[in-house]
């Protein structure tokens, strides 16, 4: 057992056993097929001998019958039986058996009978019948021991040619993959080399057990590296993970922050309506109203980080975007900062909004401003198409310490690169890891709220695009956006259309979850002249509509509320009536335009807060474009 173990386990011995193995099968197919072939020449050529000695006494035996001379007739048989391959020969005349004749011996078993007429002499009348019965075991004796004496002798030289194989896949092969396998194994001397190194004094040259060795050190190097960078990687799944938690945070305060927000900016301005005739009141009303609308503006870039920011997407061209924001940036920075755009000629095509694209080259911009701290600097703003060896580069994930990533880059080839560097000396580390978080900042709350990196992760991920980040301390920073590319034509500004008034005289149903939004909203309107319900319940707005569906020309809707959302509210309401004219609001930016432009068939969409005043003026828009 013990042998056989060993046999499995050496590679020589398997090499032996295989080639001896193989070697005695083909020596013993080709001996018997060289010993068959040489048997058949051989019979072959007895036959044609025995067939010429026949023919050649033929005549005698005729005469010999034909005389009834049985003594020549014997004698002739004999000369054939002791001359040829014949043990047994009958001649037969008129159904009588006039001689037969055996060889002496034991009969051998016949391999081939035949018979031949026997002509009376110089006639064709035939006067007896020639049998014969051959054996060719003496042609075959002496084939055998010729052959069985090659097959001994090919055989010995394959198990000598075997055992010498033997020897040398042991010395070349068997022993440097057992020291490779010692070593693999023992990761304390792998560890203290840093390489696996094999001696190896009958090499010649670089082989396979070569191109092993070096692999399994590059295999380890790989895993070392590969170790260093899952951890690198776990890092960064972290802080998405925390980044996309934030976000979640940030979409639920800008949703609650919205209705509280919205009663304010309402029952300010009709405060503010209400104290015309007192001027120092009005402009208290008024810096409410002013301070509201700065938190409107923080509560849309909150939301532009929680990717809530609902806006329509055409295909635009990034080119243009980025020189058109480009000729406001250069007015607005400081003199001391240097703005150089490097743009290619033609455009680059991308599905986004307009508006936070936008708003996302200004954000890099001034953030790239804001890090020079007033020091001469330089700002440079590319736009390319990203090339394939880049693309792959980052879909790899290898980065260096230095270096960030957000979002995922795609299979395809076609993304644009925006790029945004400065030498305003670099990121540390530890900021790095942070530089997207919403308020998080390291100019000081009197500078900045800490939203513009965190707008700039909002927009990117909005739009499946990819943010790729290198900081060198004592020389800058580089922001590389990719964005995917689009083959549809560029979309065209839709135009302006302004409402003749705001006033007028609608019946309005208004359906909200929050009382002082139903309040505000009811007093804003009904001021302008319509005529409104306000509703808290979804359920109890649906149950009056079906009521009497005739008794509202609009119902205007929030999107989020409990026991039923805006959209579904809005769908039974058109399956009742589907003419009535709906306008939908929202603080959440989960409500797409893919779902507001299908079935449900909302006529207006606002994004929260809303006032009565922007409502009335898009009613009345709605209204007159329906009248024209």
Known sequence: ????????????????????????????????????????????????????????????????????????????????????????????????????????????????????????????????????????????????????????????????????????????????LKMLARKVTSPDAAEQSGSIVISRPLRAGPDEIDALVDAINASNLARRRMAAEQRRLQLREANVGKLQALGQLAGGIAHDFNNILGAILGFAGLLKDDLSDRPEQRRFAQRILSASERGRELISQIRTFARAETTERKVVGLVRIVRDNGKLLAASLPKSTHLRFELINGELPVLGSEALLGQLVTNLCVNASEALDGRPGEIRVSVNRAASAELETLRRGMLSANERLIGEIGPSDEYSCLRVADTAGGISDAVMDRIFEPFFTTKGRQRGTGLGLSVVHGVIESHNGACHVISRLGEGSVFSVYLPLRTAPLGEATPFRRARETAGAEKILIVDDEPDIVDVLTIGLERLGYETVGATDPREALAAFEEDSSAFDVVVSDEVMPGMRGLELIRRLKAIRPDIKTVLCTGYGDTTHDEIDGPTGVDIFLLKPVDASTIASKLRQLMDTAAE
């Open 1 to 176: 057992m013990r042998i056989a173990d060993r046999i499995k386990g050496s590679l020589a011995a398997k090499l032996l056993l295989i080639t001896a193995g193989v070697g005695i099968v083909m020596e013993l197919l080709i001996s018997a097929i060289e010993s068959w072939q040489e048997s058949r020449t051989a019979i072959a050529d007895q036959q044609r001998d025995t067939k010429a000695a026949v023919m050649a006494n033929i005549d005698t035996l005729a005469l010999a019958v034909w005389s009834v001379d049985d003594r020549v007739l014997e004698l002739t048989a004999s000369s054939l039986i002791r001359g040829t391959s014949i043990f047994h020969i009958e001649v037969v005349d008129d159904g009588a058996t006039v001689l037969k004749l055996d060889r002496p011996g034991p009969a051998p078993a016949a391999d081939y009978a035949w018979e031949l007429p026997i002509l009376r002499p110089n006639s064709d009348q035939q006067i007896a019948t020639l049998k014969m019965w051959e054996s060719y075991d003496g042609v075959r004796a002496p084939l055998k021991r010729r052959a069985g004496v090659l097959v001994i002798t090919e055989l010995t030289k394959i198990l000598a040619t075997s055992v010498l194989l033997f020897f040398v896949a042991y010395l070349l092969v068997t022993r440097p």
